[in-house]
């Protein structure tokens, strides 16, 4: 016969991988893991699912809550012109670009949220970095900038989360920014 079995970390009891052979391994004491025999068990638990002993049961973790959206909802300026979906800009080299945003889950503007003083990142094609100052208060804030240089600038989901701690990250589709000299 062989056995399916699950890796166990002993420290949480959480599932960390699986294997079979046609024993259960008996691993060695003091690693921090253990195997458990899942020979037949329907629906086979899944990495991160929790084992309790005692009941020789398994429970499922309740799906974490969705991050929290960076949504622009408007984007000013003289002589900007931004696509239909506001995730590509064009201005002249000079002009000030002001985007109007919101904090969202699930479409709705979240207004538990404020964080004075963010830097947003600003990347150009050619790896410089400059920032611009951004005040969100109750899920809306305003983000303005004057380049001071022509090229191609991002604003990325990557770009913005690496400046806020693990539990304000967010997502973001993205943002492309062409300044061009008059």
């Known amino acids: 016969m062989i056995y ?23 691993f060695a004491p003091g ?48 002589n900007v012109v ?11 080299l000079g ?11 699930d479409g709705k503007k979240v207004s538990s949220i404020s964080m004075p003083a963010v830097r947003m990142p600003i990347a150009a094609s050619d790896g410089r970095t400059v920032y611009a100052k951004i005040d969100i208060a109750k899920g809306k804030g ?3 900038w004057r380049p001071r240089d022509s090229g191609k600038w991002l604003i990325t989901q990557e770009n913005i989360n690496s400046e806020l701690p693990a539990e304000a990250q967010m997502e973001f589709s993205g943002l492309s920014i062409f300044v061009y000299e008059d």
């Open 4 to 26: 399916q079995f699950a890796e166990i970390n002993e420290s949480d009891n959480t599932l960390r991988a699986y294997g079979q052979a046609p024993f259960i391994p008996d």
């Open 95 to 105: 002009a000030s670009l002001t985007a109007v945003f919101e904090i969202q889950v």
């Open 142 to 144: 305003t983000a303005k």
């Open 82 to 92: 931004a696509s239909e979906d506001l995730s590509d800009i064009t201005l002249p």
């Open 31 to 78: 690693c921090g893991i253990k195997a458990v025999d899942i020979t037949g068990i329907d629906p086979r638990p899944e990495p991160g699912d929790t084992w309790d002993p005692e009941t020789n049961t398994w429970t499922t973790p309740p799906p974490p809550p969705p991050k929290p959206q960076l949504v622009i909802m408007e984007v000013t300026g003289e």
